[in-house]
């Protein structure tokens, strides 16, 4: 039988090829599948086992990555967050992005720009958002999806850990996405926010961020994919 992660990266080849191409149009039918297959990804599958997480509570770097796959339409990686730690609000400039969270349980705020940025904000920059309902996340939430324009930005706090969540983000950070150039990752704080009249109920309010150097605390150790291999 086809290990289930060779399955979910077939499919988000199938999804996600060509995707740096100028006129690359998203298919709807292949997006849902990846994320049908995405849903019933577990810790087992990619052989997150208690050890490598028993291991990551006693390191002093509040994250750790697991890397998959990666060519320049899309990555597959494992980020482990240890307890009581925040990923900063950071943004995935022009991506679409799955995130699955296979262990432990995650409270993460989500945040749609209000008006398009180019891929590289300089610092200090403001920008304002709509901060979306926080929603806590554990091994059996369906995963929850950005896209380039909606949900861009999130903050992920770790409330019971180490937690697990299996990423694919597409096109990969970096790479140039038809022809706009670079794509870093820009991190954010927020300045102010103001309750907002919405007839939506999943907006809680309008907030100012503001562009911020990369975290200095905020740092990551690697380690080696020891699960069914791709290829
Ligand atoms: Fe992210």
Redesign the pocket.
């Known amino acids: 039988m086809t290990a289930a992660i060779k399955t979910l990266w077939k499919q988000a080849l199938n999804t996600f090829e060509e995707r740096g191409n100028v006129g690359f149009k998203l298919c709807q039918k292949n997006f849902d599948k990846l994320r049908y297959l995405m849903n019933k990804i577990t810790a087992e599958d990619v052989n997150l086992n208690k050890q490598i997480l028993d291991f990551i509570q006693v390191q002093h770097a509040p994250m750790w990555v697991i890397d998959i796959f990666e060519n320049k339409d899309f990555a597959i990686s494992i980020f482990i967050l240890k307890h009581g730690f925040t ?1 900063p609000i ?1 943004d ?1 400039p022009g991506m679409y ?1 799955f ?1 699955k969270v296979i262990s432990g349980v995650v409270q993460i705020n989500n945040y749609t720009l209000k008006a398009n940025e180019d891929h590289t904000i300089r610092l200090n920059k403001e920008v304002m958002a709509l901060r979306h309902k926080p929603i806590s996340l554990h091994s059996n939430s369906p995963a929850c999806t950005l896209t380039p324009k909606d949900k861009n930005l ?1 903050e ?1 706090t770790c409330i019971e850990g180490p937690a697990a969540f299996l ?1 694919i983000l597409s096109p990969p950070y970096d790479v140039d996405d038809s022809g706009k150039g670079p794509r870093p990752c820009t991190f954010f704080k927020t300045v102010s926010s103001s309750k907002l009249c919405t007839d939506s109920p999943d907006i809680v309010e309008e907030v100012k961020l503001v562009v911020i150097e990369g975290p200095p605390d905020f740092y990551s150790g690697s380690l080696k994919y020891t699960g069914p291999p791709l290829m």
């Open positions: 990923m950071h995935h992005g995130l999130h992920i990423d």
